[in-house]
């Protein structure tokens, strides 16, 4: 017999659906609970929500638990690449030879934008935030596939993500570029996807790039590691938007700035910042700790804490190792990993820390990564937005293969003025 649970409201029982996962997750189905008692649920910041059902991507935050469609991140991160991780999160299955060459192909074949959105680029500011050039370029990209408007249509989709995800990284290092009045570099079809990012943004006219091997890994496994992480708040955007029945640019474009606030994946542009503001105060760390415990300061420790983990993100190890790697191999020293390095020994021993479940999360060592290999800071969420394309792709899929799909439209508990009469100008008194 199914599963139900039971709730009492005013003296009266009513028997709810209990959804079953498949790693044994329960959630009590209300879907119909207002129609049946005109009661809603309330959960601010959603904590306590599934606002879908979905097969991409597993997480248990208390044993620090992460799969794509069924794999471990331990084992992508150690034999996949980002394309090809990219590819499984979209399509539901790793890819065979022929199937992966042919999704490469189609990459390649997109990379170019038009050039006519050379003069869109034009039209920013100097210094202007890399995150908002992406965002609107992405949504200008549309406007030259005109079959993006014709709404969802199954056999156009590998071609519009594979457009995208191979456009939205043209775009990312022409935005690069542009900040840095620098002329633009057009992709080299010889080149794998990082590798090519990589030769986009850092080739001279006079000069390409040195591609170092270790290099191009490092970030193809940043990218990987970022892939999907399932509803979070830049995909529960995109999910919204998709709802709507937008189509996929436009909802990209939507995630895009979801994903710049600094509680998200502009946190890893605040750790830096931090750790920077941490050094050049001459602090080991230990003042910042106890700002960070201060309600009053304002400040938190960026790159600790999440939602979901609480246990250590298994992002953040994989991250902290390839860390330790890349400046052993390119022989760095960087000051801000010794402090990252004490503020997180310290934390991971301090009862605020323990009692909360505070851990590091994918922010706190992917910063240092992208400064060894030459990433300016403000590139770091844009490089976070390259990584999540395919986990958008896959929701956004998710939602437009529903048959059933509603658009998305959460309640509220108004607790605003009742009904109040207009009163002329002239008899206002003010609030
Ligand atoms: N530093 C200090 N205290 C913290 C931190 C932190 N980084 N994170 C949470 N806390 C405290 C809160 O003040 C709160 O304390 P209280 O119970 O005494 O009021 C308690 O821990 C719970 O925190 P919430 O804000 O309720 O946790 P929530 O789940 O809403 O927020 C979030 C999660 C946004 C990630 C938060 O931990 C945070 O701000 N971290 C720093 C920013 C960051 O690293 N964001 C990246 C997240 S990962 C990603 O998006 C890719």
Redesign the pocket.
């Known amino acids: 017999m199914a599963k139900t649970a039971k709730l009492e409201i005013d003296g009266k029982i009513y028997e709810l659906p209990v959804v079953i996962g498949s790693e044994g997750e329960h959630a009590v189905d209300v879907s119909k609970l207002r129609a049946d008692t005109g009661y809603i649920t309330l959960d601010d910041?959603y904590?306590n929500t599934g606002s879908c059902v979905s097969n991409v991507t597993f997480i248990d935050g208390e044993k620090g638990i992460l799969r794509y469609r069924g794999y471990p991140i331990e084992e992508l991160a150690e034999k996949s690449t980002f394309i090809e991780t990219a590819f499984l999160i979209i399509y539901g299955h790793l890819p065979t030879s022929a199937e992966l060459r042919r999704f490469s192909d189609l990459l390649t074949q997109n990379e170019l934008l038009h050039e006519g959105m050379k003069f869109h680029f034009e039209g920013f500011p100097p210094n202007a935030h890399p995150m908002a050039i992406l965002s609107s370029m992405i949504n200008a990209a549309s406007c030259y596939h005109p079959r993006l408007m014709e709404g969802y249509n199954p056999s156009h989709f590998d071609l519009q993500a594979a457009r995208l995800i191979s456009k939205v990284r043209t775009i990312a290092a022409f935005a690069y570029r542009k900040s840095r009045g620098l002329p633009i570099n057009y992709p080299k079809p010889v080149y794998k996807y990082t590798a090519n990012l990589l030769h986009m943004m850092f080739s001279e006219p006079y000069q390409d790039y040195d591609l170092k091997p270790e290099v191009v890994r490092a970030l193809d496994l940043i990218f990987l590691l970022?892939a999907d992480?399932e509803q979070?708040?830049s995909t529960s955007t995109v999910r919204m938007i998709a709802s709507s029945r937008a189509n996929l640019f436009a909802c990209a474009a939507g995630g895009v700035c979801a994903?710049w606030g600094?509680?998200?994946?502009?946190?890893?542009q605040?750790?830096i910042e931090m750790l920077e503001e941490i050094h050049k105060e001459g602090d080991d760390g230990s003042k910042f700790i106890v700002a960070?415990?201060d309600?009053k300061s304002g400040?938190?420790?960026?790159?600790?804490?999440?939602?979901?983990y609480k246990n250590y993100?298994p992002r953040a190890k994989i991250i902290k190792e390839q860390c330790d790697k890349i400046l052993n191999s390119l022989h760095i020293t960087d000051p801000l990993l010794d402090i990252a390095k004490r503020l997180e020994d310290a934390?991971l021993h301090d009862p605020?820390?323990i009692e909360?479940k505070?851990y590091p999360?994918?922010?706190?060592y992917s910063g240092i990564i992208m400064r060894a290999i030459g990433i300016p800071v403000e590139m770091f969420t844009v490089i976070?937005a390259i990584g999540r394309m395919p986990g958008w792709i896959a929701n956004y899929k998710e939602i437009m293969d529903e048959k059933t799909s509603r658009i998305y439209r959460p309640r509220q508990i108004y607790t605003g003025a009742t009904e109040r009469k207009y009163l002329p100008i002239e008899q206002r008194t003010g609030a």
Do not use: I, T, W
């Open positions: 910041g904590g970022h992480h979070n708040c994903l600094p509680l998200h994946g502009g946190a890893n605040a750790v960070a415990k309600k400040r938190r420790l960026m790159g600790f804490g999440h939602r979901v993100d934390a605020y820390f909360r505070l999360n994918v922010d706190f976070f």
